[in-house]
């Protein structure tokens, strides 16, 4: 099949437009009990150079197919509810501009691995949210409630700075080959949350959080894979941070 025909003439400063395929992987659960079957869909989808996968999604439900379902929200980057398996990738399709993939051949878009489907691209997020609560993701404090503000000196800010800019998309959970295995490891996403709290000099709840990720399914299943370092779209270091963790649970030292 033809993907990437220049279909207009460029004209000195419009951007040009092409003809993509998108190969959409589909998955409709039965209604009358019967196995259902995921498959691939193809749509031809006219795009300029400057549309992202997000963009080619919505032509495609908007003018195509009604029932093509995915999530989204944002479309900025921010919210993270629209990581999808790209070319055989962990992306965010908000921030995949289809300029930078291989237009000459099918784009494959699919649900990310290692969470059950619901609909197309749209999988329960519910067992990975369920990690994440588990590993506290709030600041926990003793003693009476300060009067003022609980300061932090610029240095103490740092320690923690890269994994405050998780957006919980589940990119680097579903691109580990340990949670695909075993849908019971905590998973990248909430080992990145619970450094968060451990490593911010205002938390109290540090060692009740390694005791946590000491568990059979917690930080020591990490086999320093990488994928999920790859696969994140905020450019959080997920390996290092794991193994900061791994680190503090030995010398108890954060
Ligand atoms: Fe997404 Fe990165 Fe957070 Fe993982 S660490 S959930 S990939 S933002
Ligand atoms: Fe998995 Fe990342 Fe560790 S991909 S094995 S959590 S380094
Ligand atoms: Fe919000 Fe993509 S739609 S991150």
């Known amino acids: 099949m033809t993907a990437a025909i220049e279909d207009s003439p460029t004209k000195v400063g419009a951007v ?48 195509q197919d009604g029932s093509l379902t995915f999530r989204r929200s944002c ?15 962990n992306r965010l399709a908000c921030k995949t501009l289809l300029k930078d993939l291989d237009i000459t ?28 609560r588990e590993i506290m993701p709030f600041l926990v404090t003793t003693g ?29 959970t579903s691109s580990c080959p340990v949670f695909w295995t075993d849908g019971q490891y905590f998973g990248p996403a909430a080992i990145v949350n619970a450094h968060r709290f451990i490593f911010d000099s205002r938390d109290e709840g540090g060692a009740q959080r390694l005791e946590i990720l000491n568990d059979k399914e917690g930080v020591w299943r990490c086999r320093t894979t990488f994928n999920c370092t790859e696969a994140c779209p905020r450019g959080i270091e997920v390996t290092k941070a794991i193994q900061e963790v791994k680190r503090a649970m030995i010398t108890r030292a954060f």
């Not at 479309?75 to 990738?89: E, F, L, P, Q």
């Not at 700075?161 to 998780?166: A, E, I, L, R, Y």
Request: glycine share 6%; with cysteine; charged share 30%.
């Open 16 to 63: 040009p437009s092409f003809t993509v395929t998108m190969r959409v992987m589909r998955y409709l659960p039965s209604d009358e009990g019967g196995e259902t079957v995921a498959h691939w869909d193809d749509f031809q989808v006219k795009v300029h150079g400057t549309d992202r996968v997000l963009d080619a999604l919505h032509m495609i439900k908007w003018e």
């Open 105 to 132: 051949k099918p784009i494959t878009v699919e649900p990310i691995k290692g969470l059950p489907v619901v609909k197309d691209l749209v999988v329960d997020m519910e067992p990975f949210f369920a990690s994440y």
């Open 144 to 172: 009476h409630e300060p009067t003022k503000e609980r300061l932090q000196s610029a240095e103490q800010r740092a320690r923690f700075d890269d994994t405050t800019k998780c957006i919980l998309c589940a990119s680097c």
């Open 75 to 89: 479309a900025h980057g921010v919210c993270g509810s629209d990581a999808m398996r790209i070319n055989g990738r």
